[in-house]
T-cell receptor
Framework: DVKVTQSSRYLVKRTGEKVFLECVQD?????MFWYRQDPGLGLRLIYF???????EKGDIPEGYSVSREKKERFSLILESASTNQTSMYLC??????????????FGQGTRLTVV | AQSVTQPDIHITVSEGASLELRCNYS??????LFWYVQSPGQGLQLLLK??????LVQGIKGFEAEFKRSQSSFNLRKPSVHWSDAAEYFC?????????FGAGTRLAVHP
């Protein structure tokens, strides 16, 4: 069974902390994604990576960075957490075709609360 | 710019009633289109996808969707809703190596 695993289901962090969200996939997928989900806004792409050490900004990259040192692992970093980053964060992976025609597999999400 | 719109934020139906969730897309060419479902506290699961060919696509859990180029729509349907279908539904379009999501439609099912 294919799997995308996010390291935490729930996190509570303080304003100003550096926060790491980890994601691991076991499908040997080239592409990995971080989305943010907020009510009424759907899923918004923060960053994605199409290869090890490669990354591209999504629609809302401000305040975030990412790291992909190994193919199976994609980390989202909040450099200095703020209350407006309280949200559900979803990691996904897909195989790469360049045409957007492949299914994305999602983790269960990390609900982050910044206080 | 590519975009996906779901006009309905919330929909409530009675168990056993039919369901249609709307999705409109704005793409330059024929897009790759997907419907995902998210049950409470869970990640997203693919219901069905459209790439080309037959415009009526069958998916899992008894769902189907119809691609209508003239209306730029890809609406999701189910003939008889079950209480377990209560969830949030997302329409998405495939861009270069990534998906663009609509805002989602939350479905409530009354017994």
């Amino acid at each position: 069974d294919v799997k995308v695993t996010q390291s935490s289901r729930y996190l509570v962090k303080r304003t100003g902390e550096k926060v790491f969200l980890e994601c691991v996939q076991d499908m040997d997928h080239e592409n990995m994604f971080w989305y943010r989900q907020d009510p009424g806004l759907g899923l918004r792409l923060i960053y994605f990576s199409y290869d090890v050490k490669m990354k591209e900004k999504g629609d809302i990259p401000e305040g975030y960075s990412v790291s992909r040192e190994k193919k199976e692992r994609f980390s989202l970093i909040l450099e200095s957490a703020s209350t407006n980053q309280t949200s559900m964060y979803l990691c996904a992976s897909s195989s790469a075709t360049g045409f957007g025609d492949t299914e994305a597999f999602f983790g269960q999400g990390t609900r982050l609360t910044v206080v | 710019a590519q975009s996906v719109t779901q006009p309905d934020i919330h929909i409530t139906v009675s168990e056993g009633a039919s369901l249609e969730l709307r999705c409109n897309y704005s793409y330059g060419a024929t897009p790759y289109l997907f419907w995902y479902v998210q049950s409470p506290g869970q990640g997203l699961q693919l219901l069905l996808k459209y790439f080309s060919g037959d415009t009526l696509v069958q998916g899992i859990k008894g769902f189907e969707a119809e691609f209508k180029r003239s209306q730029s729509s890809f609406n999701l349907r189910k003939p008889s809703v079950h209480w377990s279908d209560a969830a949030e539904y997302f329409c998405a379009g495939g861009g270069y190596n990534k998906l663009i999501f609509g805002a989602g439609t939350r479905l409530a099912v009354h017994p």
